[in-house]
Nanobody, 125 residues
Framework: QVPLVESGGGLVQAGGSLRLSCAASGRTFSSYGMGWFRQAPGKEREFVAAIRWSVGSTYYADAVKGRSTISGEGPRNAVYLQLIFLKPRDTTVFYC??????????????????WGQGTQGPVVS
């Protein structure tokens, strides 16, 4: 069973906005932080944003800094990503992930133990 389930993608005009959601499904766990990654066809999975629950710190990739906001609910292992001023290059599959170690490095895929199966994020026209 996939431990995390993403949702919220859809067709959006360039310059528009979209909110992605991710929630735990079935499995019980405690996360120290959660994040979002995206992956375009033929490219490596890249970091988008992350949040560390203990201090409420947020981290953003340069590509989305200033036009994205990550938020969430640590006890529920739920995380959200608000994207604004969307660009065609934002048309990718988005993945959410949960880090289970206090020392998890949240801007690299290796820092995460649990992943969702991915969802088509914004399709920006």
């Amino acid at each position: 069973q996939v431990p995390l389930v993403e949702s919220g993608g859809g067709l959006v005009q360039a310059g528009g906005s979209l909110r992605l959601s991710c929630a735990a499904s079935g499995r019980t766990f405690s996360s120290y932080g959660m994040g979002w990654f995206r992956q375009a066809p033929g490219k490596e999975r890249e970091f988008v944003a992350a949040i560390r629950w203990s201090v409420g710190s947020t981290y953003y990739a340069d590509a989305v800094k200033g036009r994205s906001t990550i938020s969430g609910e640590g006890p529920r292992n739920a995380v959200y990503l608000q994207l604004i001023f969307l660009k065609p290059r934002d048309t990718t599959v988005f993945y959410c992930a949960a880090g289970l170690q206090a020392s998890s490095v949240l801007d690299f895929p290796a820092g995460y133990a649990l992943w969702g199966q991915g969802t088509q994020g914004p399709v920006v026209s």
